[in-house]
């Protein structure tokens, strides 16, 4: 009986460990006025839309159709075990990004008019990631360039 009691005990603290670092889904992204929401000022966030080096990423450029550069990079992150998509339209996807312990949203906005698709990856939780967002993003700009 303790070593069940234990286990259950151990099971359920996990649980609740990783409930925590999971955090709710942010209400507050999407695209307001053409642009996805600024990064908050904390190091946790990269964004092609952001003003500062400290946030700023390349956009990943296209010279394929527009609908056709969608179709590929849902593919791409379709691919990934790590991505959950979250919501799809012909010109905007936002996808949950897991990791072990922490889940991180990311946003890709389609820019027609400048054969790019816009960027944004920011934590739920926390200050700094240790660049795992912006490693993240690389890693799907690297698929994307295959």
Known sequence: MTGKFTRLTTMGLLALLASA????????LGVKDGVL???PPSPNCVSSQAADEGHRIAPLSFSDAPETA???LTG??????DVT????????LRVELRTTFFVD??????????????????????????GK??????EIRGQWRQ
């Open 21 to 28: 670092c999971f955090g709710e889904r942010p209400m507050n």
């Open 37 to 39: 929401v600024a990064c």
């Open 70 to 72: 969608m179709a590929r």
């Open 76 to 81: 791409i992150l379709k691919s990934r075990p």
């Open 85 to 92: 998509i979250i919501e799809a339209t012909d010109s905007y």
């Open 105 to 130: 949203d990311a946003e890709f906005l389609l820019d027609r008019e400048r054969h790019v698709i816009q960027v944004r990856s920011a934590s739920r939780l926390g200050y700094s990631d240790f």
């Open 133 to 138: 967002n912006r490693q993240r993003m690389e």
